[in-house]
């Protein structure tokens, strides 16, 4: 059987101290403020679990690529492309080259990615969404040696650098558009509400908390996909299926709303086209609505009402952490290596088209 790579997570738990610790002591940092003691634990340790280092040195006379690596948990969502398009524009400009890991929301994928780094050794790292919880331990360790970068949602603690995205923020200005237009009664569909997949619950709690401040919480209908889908490969239409298939269902049940909220642009599709199946007019019997601004959500039979959030910017502001962190090492000023978190946020921006309009209040038969 082959033998588990032994980590800096494998050591600080045998010598009893941080990560961080045994980052520096192995680093030959310890001179800044180990003492002895620690730094024998930390040595001894290493060397009775058979720790190698990871190797650091390109081949003599090699030229290495300028290459980022970027991973994704979704390329059939236009949401990811349109970050990879941020990040590979700002790239281009630097002459940096792209090697994109689709890791498809499947933890072995990801893990066997991330192994693949300290061979690959790229210059720079990007997530485009947090990195599941059980390989923490492996991103942080990699951002030891590589810069790494995560477009997470805020507020989630990391000790790696990222960009900050308000996911409630999406989903409070949602909720308000319907409100301010007289639904009472409403609907929301979303993929799998995860612990993986957390900036998904967040769009939903900013969505209920607007109802919650109007006296309405209860009035709205969250249908979530069940958990299993994640673990399929992503089909192209997946998402579109999701917002396709619940609205059936929901229609089924003859709740009666009078809005329909989509997590993203794809599932408010599925959406569309099933009220459309249905013989029910938008937005005059039922008002609709995604987020993300896709190109799509501009060329579908009825444009789409949606909410901007620049998200080519956030690839590009990722792009440039990993860029002034490559700074940062070649004209250092201190032993340690600062972590940042970088808030750069967009407002974002409602875009009304024709899937929204104001409430039908008359019942239904």
Not at 99 to 106: A, G, I, L, S
Not at 117 to 134: A, D, F, K, V
Not at 192 to 197: M, S
Not at 332 to 341: K, V
Request: a positive charge; proline letters at 3%.
């Amino acid at each position: 059987m082959k033998k588990n790579k032994v980590t800096s997570t494998d050591i600080a738990k045998a010598a009893g101290v941080s990560q961080a610790t045994v980052s520096m002591v192995l680093n030959k940092r310890h001179n800044v403020s180990f003492s002895r003691e620690t730094v024998e634990k930390v040595e001894r340790a290493a060397k009775e679990l058979g720790y190698v280092p990871p190797g650091r040195k390109t081949r003599k006379g090699a030229k290495r690529e300028k290459l980022l690596v970027v991973f994704c948990s979704n390329l059939t969502n236009p949401y990811y492309v349109m970050l990879l398009q941020g990040i590979e524009s700002r790239a281009k400009e630097q002459g940096f080259g792209l090697f994109v890991c689709n890791t498809q929301r499947d933890l072995k994928m990801e893990e066997r990615y991330l192994k693949m780094m300290w061979e690959l050794r790229p210059l720079g790292i990007i997530y485009t969404c947090n990195p599941s919880h059980c390989f923490m331990g492996m991103v942080e360790e990699l951002a030891e040696q590589i810069p790494v970068a995560v477009v997470n949602n805020q507020n989630e603690k990391m000790n790696v650098d990222a960009v900050e995205l308000d996911n409630s923020k999406l989903g409070r200005i949602m909720a308000r558009h319907l409100l301010e237009l007289g639904h009472r009664k409403v609907a929301y569909i979303a993929p799998p509400l995860t612990i993986r997949q957390k900036q998904r619950s967040k769009r939903v709690e900013g969505f209920l908390k607007e109802f919650e401040k109007a006296g309405l919480k209860e009035q709205v209908i969250i249908k979530a996909a069940d958990e299993e889908i994640d673990l399929d490969v992503a089909h192209i239409d997946s998402e579109y299926k999701i917002g396709y298939d619940l609205t059936k269902e929901l229609l089924s049940e003859n709740k009666n709303v009078t809005a329909i909220a989509g997590l993203n642009d794809m599932i408010a599709f599925g959406v569309l086209d099933a009220l459309h199946e249905a013989k029910i007019k938008v937005p005059s019997e039922v008002s609709v609505m995604g987020c993300d601004n896709t190109l799509f959500a501009r060329m579908h039979k009825v444009e789409l009402t949606t909410i901007e959030h620049f998200v080519i910017f956030k690839g590009r502001d990722a792009c440039d952490i990993i860029m002034k962190k490559m700074a940062s090492q070649n004209s250092r000023y201190s032993e340690l290596e600062p972590i940042s978190t970088y808030h750069v946020e967009y407002e974002p921006k409602l875009i009304v088209r024709g899937t929204t309009g104001p409430a039908n209040t008359r019942k239904k038969k």
